[in-house]
């Protein structure tokens, strides 16, 4: 079946660029999304791409997709403390509207 | 625009007992998801409902059910709890099947059962 993997874990200083990467292994995907969830709080959509683009770009937000690698990553530029949270990605294919999310990255932001 | 809506919030029930809980999707919105969220498996997904008939399944047991009305509010229903359904439920709404790519997730019901 489908798989999606994150890293667990990414610590940066406010301020620095960080990066979460995501693999996924179902070459059918057509959305790829991010999610972002703060302790105690359902799931904010942050951005997605269709899967024949290679890169959208959306405030500080960059997503970058290399479907050869079934890879995807998500670029926080100028990261703030209030960036600290668990980063979700997820694939859909063309089954409808299911969602298969990674196990999620939580990233903490150093002042 | 109003968001996803789940009621209720919180939720606290006893092993054998039943449990409904309720969504409603973003104005005009016909799809809804539901997934299940624990620390041990993450977010799973459960069903999906569009125009009040059941388009995917998850793999869960047959205890977990739902259905949407014709107001395109959605129901999911789980019998029999057991401790391991302790879990956020969190549902999802998105414009229309397949085409629409964007899902919106609601705040989520905290279920604990005891």
């Known amino acids: 079946g489908e798989d999606v993997e994150q890293s667990l874990f990414l610590s940066v200083r406010e301020g620095d660029s960080s990066v979460i990467n995501c693999t996924y292994t179902?070459?059918?995907?057509?959305?790829l999304y991010w999610y972002k969830q703060e302790p105690g709080a359902g799931l904010q959509l942050l951005t997605y791409i269709f899967s024949n683009m290679d890169m959208k770009q959306d405030q500080r937000l960059t997503v970058l997709l290399n479907k050869k690698d079934k890879h995807l990553s998500l670029r926080i530029a100028d990261t703030q403390t209030g960036d600290s949270a668990i980063y979700f990605c997820?694939?859909?294919?063309?089954?409808?509207?299911?969602?298969?999310f990674g196990g999620g990255t939580r990233l903490m932001v150093k002042p | 625009k109003a968001g996803v809506t789940q009621t209720p919030r919180y939720l606290i029930k006893t092993r054998g007992q039943q449990v409904t809980l309720s969504c409603s999707p973003i104005s005009g919105h016909r799809s809804v998801s539901w997934y299940q969220q624990t620390p041990g498996q993450g977010l799973q997904f459960l069903f999906e409902y569009f125009s009040e008939t059941q388009r995917n399944k998850g793999n869960f047991p047959g205890r977990f059910s739902g259905r949407q009305f014709s107001n395109s509010r959605s129901e999911m229903n789980v019998s029999t709890l057991e401790l391991g359904d302790s879990a956020l439920y969190l549902c999802?709404?998105?414009?229309?099947?397949?085409?629409?790519?964007?899902?919106?997730f609601g705040p989520g019901t905290r279920l604990t059962v005891l």
């Open positions: 999802a709404s998105s414009l229309e099947l397949a085409g629409g790519n964007e899902q919106f």
């Open positions: 997820a694939e859909r294919n063309n089954a409808g509207n299911m969602l298969t």
């Open positions: 179902d070459s059918s995907s057509t959305y």
